[in-house]
């Protein structure tokens, strides 16, 4: 038997837009390895060039928002209870 339901690594914030704290193991993994590859490039990149660094970052960034994007919620403004 097949549901339709999504699993959702990253639920919705309850007041504003986007996504709170990971509420499955995957996307606590996804968020410990985004912080690791960040720490990673604050050590070994950004002693080289700051500026490779905040590139680095934002391509960071960007790669966990499209996770959360993918396997989260769907974003909307929320304020309080639905």
């Given at each position: 038997?097949?549901?339709?339901k999504k699993d959702i690594w990253f639920p919705a914030k309850k007041y504003g837009w986007g996504w709170g704290a990971p509420c499955a193991?995957?996307?606590?993994?996804?968020?410990?390895?985004?912080?690791?590859?960040?720490?990673?490039?604050?050590?070994?990149?950004?002693?080289?060039?700051?500026?490779?660094?905040?590139?680095?970052?934002?391509?960071?960034?960007?790669?966990?928002?499209?996770?959360?994007?993918?396997?989260?919620?769907?974003?909307?403004?929320?304020?309080?209870?639905?």
């Open positions: 038997m097949k549901t339709n193991w995957q996307g606590w993994v996804v968020f410990l390895v985004w912080w690791v590859l960040l720490g990673g490039g604050g050590i070994f990149i950004a002693p080289m060039s700051i500026v490779l660094f905040v590139v680095y970052a934002i391509i960071l960034g960007f790669a966990l928002f499209i996770v959360a994007l993918i396997k989260g919620e769907k974003p909307r403004w929320r304020w309080g209870k639905d």
